[in-house]
């Protein structure tokens, strides 16, 4: 009888529905927190620096998540056509997350590298001039756009209170010193953040215009350090003999 009148007040079942999901939650999670091993320790990943952070942002804001993933699966037909499966620790400083089961266009885990900066320009440009069957929209506005990033310091800023190891202080630079090593420790200085973006715009000149710093040299540098972080080399022979 107790039972029935739970089902038939629709408060009360809303209430315990509700501790019932809150329980089987903070079963699942809380331990993940104590759990050393939970992501595991990969040597290369770090943080993005800020131009490629800012690049980070605006491929979110254009919604290109929502057509590629960033998460090869580990099955035999993944790894042959992308490479190795995605690794948690790769995503690690990433908020979101860019995993996903939806692909309209192909995975972009491993996109780093694996086209000139020419070739993703004149892709987000004008995708079916390189690629006659993308159903991709056109991106023109992204190269004419002047990037703005008088805000990349509170950026960055705010990735550093939900963990992102960037520097604030002479301690916390030492630290991803010993972390990162010196050169990325530099990008990962938030008092140099506007310098640091500017000199790797120039430096990398992603847009192929070298008159200005574009959303195009921001999307650009983010998308050619997808997947080069790490040394898979390391991982493909034990992965590829399952396999066999």
């Known amino acids: 009888?107790?039972?029935?009148?739970?089902?038939?007040?629709?408060?009360?079942l809303l209430v315990f529905t509700m501790l019932a999901i809150?329980?089987?939650?903070m079963v699942e999670i809380i331990p993940l927190f104590f759990i050393k091993e939970t992501v595991e320790k990969v040597?290369?990943?770090r943080p993005y620096t800020p131009l490629e952070q800012r690049g980070r942002d605006i491929y979110t804001r254009e919604g290109c998540y929502l057509c590629h993933s960033q998460m090869i699966r580990p099955f035999r037909d993944e790894a042959l056509r992308y490479g190795h499966y995605s690794l948690a620790a790769e995503s690690k400083y990433d908020h979101p997350f860019q995993w996903g089961s939806k692909r309209t266009g192909p995975d972009l885990a491993r996109v780093g590298g694996k086209y000139s900066n020419d070739w993703h320009t004149q892709h987000l440009i004008a995708p079916r001039s390189l690629v006659p069957q993308s159903v991709m929209p056109n991106y023109p506005w992204l190269a004419s756009t002047e990037l703005k990033y008088d805000d990349i310091q509170d950026r960055m800023k705010a990735l550093r209170?939900?963990?992102?190891?960037?520097?604030?202080?002479?301690?916390e630079y030492e630290r991803n010193v010993k972390e990162f090593g010196e050169t990325v420790a530099k990008q990962l200085h938030i008092p140099d953040a506007e310098k640091n973006l500017v000199a790797?715009?120039?430096?990398?000149?992603?847009?192929?215009?070298?008159?200005?710093i574009s959303e195009m040299d921001a999307?650009?540098?983010?998308?050619?350090v997808l997947g080069t972080?790490?040394?898979f080399k390391k991982y493909d022979d034990d992965y590829f003999v399952k396999f066999r």
């Open 200 to 212: 790797q715009a120039q430096l990398g000149n992603y847009d192929t215009d070298p008159s200005n």
């Open 161 to 171: 209170r939900v963990g992102v190891p960037y520097s604030n202080s002479q301690v």
């Open 229 to 231: 972080m790490v040394d």
């Open 43 to 45: 040597e290369g990943v």
């Open 1 to 12: 009888m107790k039972h029935d009148k739970i089902e038939r007040n629709l408060g009360i």
């Open 219 to 224: 999307l650009v540098a983010y998308l050619q």
């Open 22 to 25: 809150s329980a089987g939650g």
